[in-house]
């Protein structure tokens, strides 16, 4: 099949027709189907439209329900339904989107006739009869003790966003995104909460439609220093809506594996009626053309490549030409005098939903091609989805859930590669690469060129099937199990050709990897009511069992007879790396009782016991308690409804786990070669049997409030968490036989913070309405105790001490920064600041002009966050950092016997750009990550139906994407950093920065 295979064109004419093809079958087979077993009509028909109230605009895709029945249809763009055979007599109708609250219309229903029902809505983004989805099944909002964030993408639709992590970034508080790379397909950092674990990820677990899936980031390529990220093989496109938990006391009946919270993914559902099709375009560029860093204007000679900007320092003292400029040349650099291009962006998608009151389904396929700013960097992606539920009887629902998704990926070889792209181009006549062909005046002639024969490319298949059953015996006795599989592939190969300058002979190397996730998840839940109407209990018990298996294996190979597409087995020299196979069992079960006073107070405890087979042999279970409360106040007849619509106080506290890896418990030892080549073992781990989880325990206070009929919203979350029992590597003494350090559970760490959402509706009219949003997080922490361990090294400057954050930079510090002196520099290191940003503030306007016209835009501010601009310091050692040539020139002449010349620079200057070998130090460019990034703008225009026929809806967007960013960081990109150097630690070490992005989508129903 065309989309599953991803072939490499650069139009798509023919997968277009073949996805209309396919999914013109499978509208037309299964809707007729579905509409043959469709019973005689009995009743009659309601049909009606759904408004928003102030502003008469239409709401699309809200589901309307007929209450008591499971008869309902979703709204189409013009906010019209249309619902048939309902039951006649009277009847209740019920309109909800997340987003508002919901709106109901009494209606009498006559057989055969046809009845119109008007409902109106209103703006409500603090919406407590809300329903999301829990370990114990669908809940409604104002029942919960702790926060949920909802992202629904028909309130983002008009955001230009590609993969799931632009979903998550800025849109709600409490979620850190950052970026690694420029590079289309990169993988970012996604954090809940902050960091709650030193030795084991922070990584939060995800669902699929009730599937959990692998959410780790796949192997490393390694020419390219950067990873995938398989959460973002799920496509926005079929997003219905995210839910994203936060923090231990919400994850508690997820157990071990969730104390860095849980991210739900709802994907989109077949809906009672004819088929209904969307189809999406989407052509647009990818450009650095703002590409930095400030006082470059040949963006270190990435954005121009020819011309007077070509030359750097000397600063090589015993030389004759010492401060004096070097010329250089590229006869290879491209005809266009720069590396850079602008890159094509394609995208196309088609989806069909429809069914009948007994089956319903929603089909969708997708493809696209995303080229880099620097040839041939490219992503190529196609897949397919299929969600499908069949209703037998009343009481029972079957759901099944598939998706497959293929990607090709071109990469750059880029970051801390001596073979880079960014690493030789960047380092002007200190590169890697010399050639021929340059005019006389050049004092270097050099053959960038050459970087871009090598070939990494990562090739990968997703696939996603899961089937959950739902049965609900009457209204007090529910059943809900879900059996899931997540099959993800990785196969990074990695070329350099026979005849490339640095390597003639050539080179080959290859790893494959394959992670498989097998999830059984099973909830009851039983109500009862006391004393008349007034208590309610509602009991729920539940388990999982997940089975987590790796396979990866690595080789390579060396010298090959001659040019051609090279195999491993065509290499002289073939290597075996090493061939990894493991498999993780983890399972557990639940209790909880929830009792609610007159559905206003809700009062829950809970409980979680789990095994898993990388706790140690003596250890035994692990038991995770929970306990909270959430109040309605509004509920009551005191509270001032009439402008002050909803407040719901709630607090929880509760715990999560976090195991140890396959092999951490257990004794290991290593194989190696004794004598004469016979096979031995060395001594590697000592093992620890009374190993077992990271225990996080988080007390979370809040309240959400709505009032002036939505005009104004406010969540508020103060959250408290303590990791204890944590794993540290620990060293045991020589003597012991066992050289390697052993985790064991004697850490303590502790994450406090404040989140809060406000959402306003400044301006609501017929013609013209304006919301704004505005997240905002603030955390703080810290390692209380590393169990007697005084440092643990993580990566360059950083580490993890008692006292300071996790992980924390030390180095040492200029003391006089800003004086125009030499620089007084700390004997030694000293604390600099903190890894990660604690503060996280997202900004967000939508503007709707006549119901027609919507203009939408979100900025990001992080801060508090440092980062190595470890270009800049590589750069400036060997005379080819532009914002240091002025400096070093001043430092030559100096170095001369011309003191004066460094009257006007200051010691921080001084520091910096020093090229003496006894003065520079890569501690003087660590810093501040501080910035402001615009993440989107876009302009939307839905196109009248009338103009176009045959179409139900149709929708224009213009949108930017990463159009402005402000930051006082020096280096390319305060988001950048490799991957291969340590993903707990951040160091900006030639990355290409994030991209640019300008798009025009067209959307259509029919």
């Known amino acids: 099949m065309a989309v599953a295979s991803v072939p490499r064109a650069r139009s798509h004419p023919g997968h277009v027709a073949a996805l209309v093809a396919l999914f013109a079958l499978a509208g037309a087979s299964p809707g007729g189907a579905l509409r043959a077993q469709q019973a005689p009509t009995t009743g009659g028909t309601v049909r009606g439209r759904v408004t928003v109230e102030g502003t008469g605009r239409p709401l699309g895709a809200a589901q309307v329900q007929v209450v008591g029945s499971n008869l309902g249809a979703q709204t189409n763009d013009a906010g019209e339904y249309r619902i048939t055979n309902v039951p006649a007599g009277a009847r209740t109708v019920r309109a909800v989107r997340i987003g508002y609250a919901p709106g109901t219309r009494e209606v009498t229903v006559t057989a055969g006739q046809t009845v119109t029902a008007d409902i109106t809505v209103r703006d409500a983004p603090v919406a407590l009869e809300q329903v999301v989805v829990t370990a114990t099944g669908d809940v409604r909002k104002k029942e919960l003790t702790n926060s949920v964030a909802t992202i629904s993408m028909d309130q983002v639709k008009a955001a230009p966003v590609t993969n799931a992590q632009q979903l998550l970034t800025a849109q709600a508080p409490g979620i850190t995104v950052l970026g690694n790379s420029g590079q289309p397909g990169a993988g970012g950092r996604i954090q809940l909460r902050g960091v709650n674990s030193i030795s084991q990820g922070n990584n939060p677990i995800i669902y699929v439609d009730g599937v959990r899936i692998f959410s780790g980031s796949a192997p490393i390529a390694g020419m390219a220093r950067q990873n995938t990220n398989p959460f973002n093989d799920i496509k926005p496109e079929d997003i219905e809506r995210i839910e994203v938990v936060k923090g231990a006391s919400a994850t508690t009946l997820y157990g071990t594996e969730a104390s860095n919270g849980v991210i739900q993914i709802f994907t989109r559902r077949g809906r009672t009626g004819a088929p209904r099709w969307t189809v999406e375009a989407t052509g647009g560029t990818n450009d650095l053309r703002n590409m930095g860093p400030e006082g470059d204007p040949s963006g270190v000679f990435v954005k121009e490549c020819r011309g007077p900007l070509m030359f750097g320092i000397n600063v090589t003292s015993t030389s004759p030409q010492f401060g004096q400029d070097v010329p250089f040349e590229d006869p290879t650099c491209p005809s266009s005098g720069s590396w850079l291009r602008t890159g094509a962006v394609q995208r196309v998608s088609a989806s069909v939903a429809g069914g009948t009151d007994v089956a319903r389904y929603f089909l969708s396929g997708n493809r696209s091609s995303e080229e880099g700013a620097v040839s041939p960097n490219e992503l190529i992606e196609g897949g397919l989805r299929g969600n499908f539920s069949f209703r037998p009887v009343q009481s029972l629902e079957l759901a099944l859930n598939s998706s497959y998704q293929k990607r090709r990926q071109h990469w750059i070889p880029d970051g801390n590669y001596a073979q880079g792209f960014m690493l030789n181009v960047g380092r002007g006549y200190a590169n890697n690469y010399k050639g021929t062909g340059c005019s006389a005046t050049a004092q270097f002639c050099l053959a960038n060129a050459e970087v871009l024969r090598q070939a990494p490319i990562t090739r990968g298949d997703h696939y996603i099937t899961g089937l959950t059953l739902n049965h609900t015996a009457n209204d007090a006795l529910s059943n809900r199990l879900s059996v ?188 190696t070669s004794g004598d004469d080549g016979k096979p031995a073992v060395t001594p590697n781990q000592i093992g620890n049997a009374d190993l077992g989880p990271e225990r996080t325990r988080e007390l979370e206070l809040g309240f959400e409030s709505s009032m002036w009929g939505g005009r104004l919203s406010l969540d508020f979350n103060f959250f408290d968490t303590r990791t204890i029992d944590a794993l540290i590597q620990v060293r045991y003494p020589p003597s012991q036989g066992f050289l390697s350090t052993q985790l064991e559970n004697v850490g303590q760490l502790r994450n406090t913070g404040i989140e809060a959402r406000i959402e306003g509706s400044a301006i609501r009219r017929e013609n013209l309405e304006w919301r704004a949003r505005l997240n905002v997080t603030s955390m703080s922490n810290e390692a209380v105790d590393l169990g007697g361990v005084r440092e643990i090294s993580i990566g360059t400057a950083t580490v993890v001490r008692e006292g300071y954050p996790v992980p924390a930079v030390f180095g040492r510090k200029v003391l006089n920064p800003t004086e125009l002196a030499n620089p007084i520099v700390s004997d030694t290191a000293v604390y600099l600041g903190r890894t990660f940003p604690n503060r996280v503030i997202g900004v967000g306007s939508t503007l709707t002009l006549f119901n027609r016209v919507t203009l939408d835009g979100l900025g990001e501010f992080q801060k508090g966050g440092m980062n190595i601009n470890f270009i800049g310091y590589q750069n400036t050692i060997r005379g080819v950092w532009r914002p240091c040539y002025e400096t070093q020139r001043k430092l030559a002449a100096a170095q001369k016997g011309n003191a004066a010349a460094l009257a006007d620079v200051p010691a921080l200057e001084r520091a910096r750009c020093a090229f003496d070998a006894t003065t520079r130090n890569s501690d003087f460019w660590i810093e501040p990550t501080d910035f402001f990034r615009l993440r989107y703008v876009s302009a939307t225009y839905d196109i009248p139906p009338r103009f176009l026929r045959g179409v139900q809806g149709a929708s224009l967007t213009l949108a930017g994407r990463n159009l402005f960013t402000s930051t006082d960081y020096s280096g390319l990109d305060p988001e950048s950093a490799d991957q291969s150097d340590n993903t707990f630690a951040r160091r900006e070490y030639y990355q290409l920065p994030t991209l640019r992005q300008f798009s025009l989508s067209l959307r259509a129903n029919f």
Do not use: C, M
Request: net charge negative; aromatic share 14%.
């Open 484 to 671: 899931g599989y997540d099959y993800t592939t990785n196969e990074n190969r990695q070329i350099t050709p026979f005849g490339q300058i640095n390597n003639p002979a050539g080179s080959i190397a290859q790893s494959d990897w394959t992670r498989r996730f097998v999830s059984f998840d099973y909830a009851g839940t039983l109500k009862n009511r006391f004393r008349g109407e007034a208590l309610q209990s509602t009991f729920s018990w539940g388990g999982q069992l997940f089975q987590d298996d790796l396979k990866s294996l690595n080789v390579s190979g060396t010298v090959f007879s001659g040019p051609g597409d090279p195999l491993i087995s065509t290499s002289a020299r073939p290597v075996f790396g090493d061939d990894n196979r493991r498999s993780v069992i983890n399972a557990g079960l639940f209790l909880q009782e929830q009792l609610a006073f007159r559905d206003r107070l809700f009062v829950t405890a809970g409980v979680r016991v789990d095994g898993n087979s990388a706790f140690g042999e003596n250890f035994g279970l692990q038991t995770y308690p929970k306990l909270g409360f959430s109040y309605v106040l509004s509920d009551h007849d005191f509270f001032p409804t009439a402008w002050w619509e909803t407040l719901k106080l709630r607090g929880a506290l509760g715990e999560a786990g976090r195991a140890p890896g396959a092999f951490d418990a257990v004794r290991t030892w290593d194989p």
